[in-house]
């Protein structure tokens, strides 16, 4: 934490910018601490606006994180006022998703599919009968874009 400090006083940064830095490592320390096996996964993400960002993979860790957010939340700011750090106002969740580093997923492309001319023509007609104006306008721009 003082390595951390040290660094940012030589750095131009604004002092809200280098507050929320040092927060975030205090609140770092406190996750390791109070974090569970289920909240490992998850990562304290940054501070905007004086709420917590976590972020996590799974929207089932996220669901949990939510429903323990106050018990969370009281005891990062009861650390933080012990640093003599203003505290969070709540925490919010992202989810986030990894590339994967498997190179043999699976993964879906979506290109133009092949039609013949007769076929397109055959769509584009069939679009054209539709009574609704506007469901047959939104047609006409998706077949034009798959196939312009």
């Known amino acids: 934490m003082e390595q951390v400090k040290s660094s ?20 770092k320390e406190v996750w390791k601490e109070i974090g569970d096996k289920r ?3 998850t990562s304290v993400g940054f501070i905007e606006d ?6 996590a ?19 990062i700011n009861q650390r933080l006022r012990e640093a003599s750090f203003p505290p969070i106002k ?15 997923a699976k993964c879906v492309r979506i290109g133009k599919p092949n039609l013949s001319s007769k ?6 007609e069939l679009c054209q009968s539709l009574s609704d104006t506007e469901l ?6 998706l077949i034009n874009t798959l196939y312009a």
Not at 10 to 26: D, G, T, W
Not at 119 to 124: A, G
Not at 136 to 141: A, H, S, T
Request: proline content about 5%; charged content about 25%.
């Open 8 to 27: 940012l006083q030589s750095l131009p940064l604004p002092r809200k910018i280098k507050e929320n830095i040092l927060r975030l490592e205090v609140i």
């Open 39 to 41: 909240l490992g996964v």
């Open 50 to 55: 004086d709420y917590l960002f976590v972020e």
């Open 57 to 75: 993979e799974e929207h089932y860790l996220l669901q949990q994180l939510r429903l323990k957010s106050h018990l969370l939340c009281k005891k």
């Open 90 to 104: 709540g925490i919010k969740t992202r989810l986030v998703v990894k590339p994967s580093l498997n190179p043999s």
């Open 119 to 124: 076929d397109l023509q055959t769509l584009l």
């Open 136 to 141: 047959k306008g939104l047609f006409l721009r």
